[in-house]
């Protein structure tokens, strides 16, 4: 069984999310878990959402650490630079989640629950395994692109994984040290990708927990028309670019 005492951090980048970020921490406050960590990236938001995280960090319970960056460049080196973060504090359990709560917190308990498995490496959330779902309101396009993207990444670097480009994700902190998460390549949602297919490639089992995906519930998405061309070129430069993963 997992050891009650290992520290969890769940790491939460944000850019202009001030009105989403109290109600999360509420949620994940309201889950009750011992030993339970919030860690905010804030990139400085022009809407002061550093300033209502530096608030949050003084008032909240569980504990909660805010890591300021000075600029804006990318989901990915947020989360990146959040969990090299949690490790270095200590972290046994690194938890990436959206702070758009588009990521339902109450799944949190069954994912961590899956890494009493030593054999599982990283846990996700996911909208396509049996039981998993997203959002009643998606259009019919929005579905398709999210259908397509996940058939696409699957077709090209052969995982076999039902929600490839999942965002919702525990991990063993030994496995992020093991598929070098400093060196990831990657930006933006692409990073998902690699990631993922770095532990495959490494021979770490991934598992696949159902959750309910909603869609954000203020505010803007990040998804780019930039942002969605690199993540089609991702699993191009993984399979056949030159630094391609053994």
Known sequence: MRDELQKITVVVPTYNERDNLPKLVAELAALAMPNLHILVVDDNSPDGTGDVADKLALESE??????????????????????????????????????????PS???????????????????????????????????????????????????????????????????AESLRRIEIGTIASNGYSFQVEMNYRTIRRGMKIVEVPIRFSDRALGKSKMSIKVQLESAMVPWKLRFGRNRIK
Not at 131 to 159: H, P
Request: aromatic share 8%.
């Open 106 to 172: 109450s799944a949190i308990p069954a994912m961590v629950t899956a890494l009493d498995n030593p054999d599982v490496a990283v846990v996700l959330g996911s909208r396509y395994v049996p039981g998993g779902s997203v959002a009643g309101d998606w259009g019919l396009y929005r579905k398709a692109l999210s259908a397509w993207a996940n058939f696409y990444v699957g077709a090209i670097l052969r995982m076999r994984v039902k929600d490839a480009t999942a965002g919702f994700k525990a991990w063993r």
């Open 62 to 103: 569980p504990a909660l650490g805010v890591l300021h960056r000075t600029a804006k460049d990318g989901l990915g080196r947020a989360y990146i630079a959040g969990m090299q973060r949690a490790l270095d504090e200590g972290a046994d359990i690194v938890i990436q989640m959206d702070a758009d709560l588009s990521h």
